[in-house]
DNA sequence: GAATTAAGCTGCCGTAGATCAGTTTTTAGC
DNA sequence: GCTAAAAACTGATCTACGGCAGCTTAATTC
């Protein structure tokens, strides 16, 4: 079961820039000095609120976490789920104020970068400020795909669709493989996410179920029949750009 | 009547950026040196494809533009639009493949931009490649403020959501003002941007026109009310960042 | 300025998903 | 291993919005 992956410190960072394009050791090493503070978090903590002006930014090094937003009478809009090597405020570098709280979704490890730092960096290696100016990117596909799925796809299709991501997801970051992989939110949470009810996300994945797509059970998903459920959301996966640049 | 800005070349982006952060004379000559080539184009023209690898970006100069996602059955979902200054996809700078289309939605004239020119002006002027990130992040911004609408308000309050931030992306742009801005979209371009039906569009429109909080006709929007409607919407214009940026 | 087409509008009925109000099961804390 | 709380699940009812089909008005074209 892979899950003990650089818990210890930046390299699911390292990791997942390296996956995009080569880094020299000089680059290594200035990700693995930048000045870190590293913090454990409850399940359901605030990172950091909407309208924050934060001075660093926070990399997940080990659970989940999820940006969202609050309106009036409680609605909840969850707007992305971040897993270890994700940096899901790192857009404060270029602008200061947060339009969304970010917080965790289980037991986290995060590490706090003061901002300067990073823009340093970006300023010293600019083939590591077009990575992470990319990673900004795919983060921006990401959210198209969402909108996509909450403006024309039915509750079905949409959490079908969210399990491909989520999977293809944790798979490249080393955390998931076989079909198989955490999936530490509840169905609250995933009805936040997809614009829907708990309820109505609950008797979605009992049809699910009874079409022998998945076992969801404790924290944990199994894609029972991969292509079916590839089929069942049109999951194209260009959009989560994995691929290896050619060159730099 | 503000019309007649800039249509004759680029300088609606550098209008765009110089409104973020003051540029240097270098920098905005870099700019104006551009290799471009010019392009009228008839509404309801495909730009750019999904799936397509383009060489170049646009620049749209005149007219309006959107991003859109074909789906099984003809469903369509628009993801953005976009005005004189914008450069929809600027990400193929990082990325190669596109997730989406490009369209125009009424007449427009655009500017094709070789991508490697593009690189080389964010590489020798770090300090653009940090504006174009942020316009970048914005983009992502407005996408999470659509997410939070289809995911969680009604139709009314999205329909008054949009109008509140067209308005001031156009006066942003010197495109609009006064609470009057052009407005070219069918009811059913609204409706695929919202993920509604154009039939439920017009039911809400003409709800809100009972209001009195607009009118729209001729494509011309007047916000009669602009408080009730920021209101209707619960608009918070945070995510637009069109603050200027106090230092270099 | 007649013809054609696209966009706007209406009414009726259907349904995906919401809401409410629980009960049951699982999880986590001591 | 017991307890408390959270999450999962159920059934009944309701509604915002969709689907369809036809009609009217406005915008283009020649």
């Known amino acids: 079961m892979p899950s003990s992956f650089g ?48 001075s660093h930014c926070c990399l997940i090094l080990d659970g989940w976490a ?10 909840r809009q969850i707007l992305s789920f ?10 404060s570098l270029h602008v200061h104020t947060m339009d969304y709280s970010l917080a965790t979704m289980k037991r986290a490890t995060v590490a706090f970068i003061p901002r300067e730092n990073l823009k340093e960096l970006s300023a010293r290696f600019p ?5 992470l ?3 900004t990117l795919v983060d921006a596909a990401t959210f198209r795909a969402w909108m996509t799925g909450m403006g024309r796809r039915t509750a079905y299709e949409r959490i079908a669709h969210l399990f491909c991501e989520m999977y293809l997801k944790l798979q490249a970051a080393g955390l998931a493989g076989d079909y198989r992989c955490p999936m530490p939110l509840t169905q609250t949470d995933l009805a936040d996410a997809l614009g829907l009810t708990s309820v109505h996300v609950n008797r979605v994945l009992q049809e ?9 059970r404790r924290h944990t998903l199994v894609i029972e029949a991969w292509h079916d459920l590839l089929q069942a959301s049109e999951f194209d ?3 989560l750009h994995l691929e290896k640049r050619a060159a730099a």
Chains 1, 2 share one sequence.
């Open 237 to 239: 996966p260009t959009y």
């Open 66 to 75: 999820c940006r969202y937003k609050l309106l009036s009478q409680g609605k």
């Open 7 to 54: 818990q210890s410190g930046i390299d699911m960072l390292i990791r997942k820039l390296g996956s995009i394009a080569n880094l020299s050791d000089e680059e290594r090493q200035a990700i693995e000095r930048l000045p870190v503070r590293i913090n454990h978090l409850d399940a359901r903590q605030d990172i950091v609120r909407d309208g924050d002006m934060p």
């Open 208 to 216: 699910m179920r009874g079409h022998a797509l998945i076992t969801l």
């Open 127 to 131: 083939n590591l400020a077009a990575l």
């Open 133 to 135: 100016w990319r990673d």
């Open 82 to 91: 971040h897993i270890a090597g994700d940096i899901p405020d790192l857009q």
